[in-house]
């Protein structure tokens, strides 16, 4: 089981940026699709991010064009680069990790990191 270590949350106001980093225990490399998630108190858990071992990347609306994953397989590091944050995207930001590709995905969780954006 790969171990998964979130940093880079805080608190930022409306229209500054933040980069989460995922560091994994083991090679990436190895696993099919990677991802970023985040739950809202009162809320379920959603993607907001996720690329495959091809490279390719998919986002929900809510944070298209603002968020971007990358990976470093070399650090065995993926990040999140989240820009113009807004209030609504405070929430526990977990990243993920499956061995299995992104269609038909079996996550492995991070501990989470928190992020919180004031108006």
């Known amino acids: 089981q790969v171990q998964l270590v979130e940093s880079g949350g805080g608190s930022v106001q409306a229209g500054g940026s933040l980069r989460l980093s995922c560091a994994a225990s083991?090679?990436?490399?190895?696993?099919?699709?990677m991802g970023w998630f985040r739950q809202a108190p009162g809320k379920e858990r959603e993607e907001v991010a996720r690329?495959?071992?091809?490279?390719?990347?998919r986002y929900p609306d809510s944070v298209k064009g603002r968020f971007n994953i990358s990976k470093d397989n070399a650090k065995n590091t993926w990040y999140l680069q989240m820009n113009s944050l807004k209030p609504e995207d405070t929430a526990m930001y977990y990243c993920?990790?499956?061995?299995?590709?992104?269609?038909?995905?079996?996550?492995?969780w991070g501990q989470g990191t928190q992020v919180t954006v004031s108006s």
């Open positions: 993920a990790v499956s061995i299995t590709p992104c269609y038909r995905a079996q996550w492995s």
């Open positions: 083991a090679y990436i490399y190895m696993h099919y699709c």
């Open positions: 690329t495959s071992l091809s490279g390719d990347t």
